[in-house]
């Protein structure tokens, strides 16, 4: 298997909030060969703050880092977080195609734009062959008991013109990356519906109101778990369950960690508020789920 080399950009939620993300997807990297190179001094994307207080300010931060991919001589960096994803994607469309933004916004990064690099969410290259032609042969643990909701979210795929891949209203990347990794995916509504977003801060009765929506769909469509690409997603649908509802929320990277064989401490599965790590455990020891080798 020949061996893909990316830089990598975590993003400030997955050295924080998100780490199990970050431990899953790097942990997976490698067992799929690909080699992730962290952007040395990267920043913050900037995320919403910086776009609501100065737009160059929102082109500036992410082209910094772009710019720090040419010193290492790498074209291809993958971007986990849709939000950062988004602000790195958007940055880069907007330098591309107006010349005064883009000589303001190298007077202050004191480099030129780095327009050439090219930015994917790891879904866009875990979906597509090779790669996705190889997940099968990585399978150790057999997971077809599971049926799982994907949820995309708002953000991974949209605006198309920036995302670049995929389907906007009907995505099907996650879907066919679980598959692959032996897992059984569910036809629902809301996988592109809002969860709130960082509404859960300032209004989390939005938050609990569209999330539960989101959580009541997965199951009426059959699903035991639903997985996810987005750190914010991912708070929102585990930390805002109605009394009761107990549904398990996995990274998808998570799950594709989980059919190679990792085991829930590996993938950190101790970290999510909604019980994860023992669901996990009784559905291996009930059966449902079953060692290949």
Known sequence: M???????????????????????LTAV????????????KWVCCGSTAAHTKSRLLAEALPMASLARMEAMGIEEVIVPCPE????????????????????????IIQTQCYEEARIYHPLKIFSEDPLLS???????????GLKIACYYGCLITRPPEIAGFDNCEAPESMDRV???????????????????????????????DLSGQVLDDARSAGADAIAVGCPVCHVNLDTRQPEG???????????MGASFGMSPTDLLLHRHYTEANTWLERFLQSGYITHLQ
């Not at 993003?11 to 780490?19: K, M």
Request: positive net charge; contains cysteine; glycine residues 2%.
């Open 2 to 24: 020949k061996k893909n080399r990316y830089a990598y950009y975590p993003g400030c939620s997955l050295h924080a909030t998100a780490a199990e993300y970050d431990r899953s």
């Open 84 to 107: 950062c994803f988004s602000k790195l994607k958007t940055a880069q469309h907007h330098v591309a195609r107006d010349r005064k933004t883009r000589k303001s916004v190298a007077d």
């Open 29 to 40: 990297c490698r067992r799929m060969d690909i080699e992730l190179v962290e952007i040395e």
């Open 134 to 144: 190889q997940i099968p042969s990585l399978v150790t643990q057999d997971l077809s």
């Open 245 to 255: 509802f107990d549904m398990p929320v996995f990274y998808f990277s998570q799950l």
């Open 178 to 208: 679980l598959k692959a990794a032996g897992l059984r995916t569910v036809d629902w509504n809301h996988k592109t519906r809002c969860c709130g977003s960082s509404f859960a801060v300032s209004k989390p009765e939005i938050v609990k």
